[in-house]
């Protein structure tokens, strides 16, 4: 079993900035690729960013430029660096990580609980 914590959420003004982190815990072999997706109320969870083993990076037409994806593998853990917040970033904010655990040959997504994301003024 593998948990995904997520922090960094909050509230923030037009323009600041935010960093999300999604730590994976569990008896862990792999993490071939870690993403962000969003919800808003009344809209489907869509992809944020997603980065991949090797380092390739895959943002939402609507955040590049102001949000960068990255993970630490030694400590399982991904970021969002979140930059020029616009209230349309509004959402509650999904880590999800591909794993393969120690003692199994196959891959599983995992999700987190949600961290809310609010840009306001």
């Known amino acids: 079993q593998v948990d995904l914590v997520e922090s960094g959420g909050g509230l923030v003004q037009p323009g600041g900035s935010l960093r999300l982190s999604c730590e994976a815990r569990g008896i862990i072999r792999s993490i071939n690729r870690m993403g962000w997706y969003r919800q808003a109320p009344g809209k489907e969870r869509e992809l944020v960013a997603a980065i991949i083993s090797g380092g390739r990076t ?59 994301v609010t840009v306001s003024s």
């Open 58 to 116: 895959d943002y939402a037409d609507s955040v590049k430029g102001r949000f960068t994806i990255s993970r630490d593998n030694a400590k399982n853990t991904g970021y969002l660096q979140m930059n020029s917040l616009k209230p349309e970033d509004t959402a509650v904010y999904y880590c999800n990580a591909n794993v393969r655990l120690v003692y199994s040959d196959y891959w599983r997504p995992y999700w987190g609980q949600g961290t809310q």
